[in-house]
């Protein structure tokens, strides 16, 4: 083990159920409502019946996941957390927002903004990897995998395919990814 990773981990504090509870219940109705946006954002649906098929569908999926995650139940797991992890939160955030809104402006500029919604899946993959360790929570780890393998498969898609098939393939994995791990830390905390 690393001397970084030893450090944390005889720092890290097991949270109190309160906070355990909060980042639980918050994890689950963020990733429930993100899955929304990228289900709705960008899926490149041609049919009207299929898109609103496809917005309705969404629209039940995140409704009843965001009320189990509101209503809760407990669970046994404890979460030991470093005690900067709000910190870590923030900064993950702020180089999130960074490089979403500079790879948005540089896809625009280079003439290629049909490749904006795989990257920013890999962007969002990425900033799962170090959440996971933040906020004690390993399916993240998963969360981040999932979002880049689609955001990987979704440039390759847009490269050698249509736009809309590739809006469709990263929208959809996307909102199936976040759902999943919403329910996942909904129900096993």
């Known amino acids: ?8 981990a ?6 109190d159920e309160s906070l355990n509870h909060d980042l639980r219940r918050n994890g689950a109705v963020i990733m429930s409502v993100f899955a929304f946006v990228w289900s709705v954002g960008v899926p490149g649906f041609a049919d009207a019946t299929v898109q609103w098929s496809a917005f309705g569908a969404a629209l039940v999926v995140t409704v009843v996941l965001v009320t ?3 209503r809760g139940r407990p669970v046994q797991r404890q979460r030991r957390m470093p005690p900067d992890w709000q910190r870590r939160y923030n900064r993950v955030g702020l180089i999130q927002g960074v490089a979403i809104g500079l790879t948005i402006a540089l896809l625009i500029y280079l003439g290629q903004p049909a490749f904006i919604p795989a990257v920013v899946s890999l962007i969002v993959g990425l900033h799962f990897f170090p959440l996971a360790h933040a906020f004690d929570q390993p399916q993240y780890v998963w969360t981040g995998v999932g ?3 689609i955001g990987g498969i979704g440039i390759a898609v847009f490269a050698m395919s249509s736009d809309q098939a590739g809006r469709a393939l990263v929208g ?5 990814t976040l759902w999943v791990t919403s329910a996942d830390v909904t129900f096993r905390g």
């Open 68 to 70: 189990l995650a509101i």
């Open 172 to 176: 959809i994995g996307a909102a199936a």
């Open 147 to 149: 979002l880049c393998v």
């Open 10 to 15: 005889m720092t890290s504090e097991l949270a």
């Open 1 to 8: 083990m690393s001397e970084a990773v030893k450090g944390d």
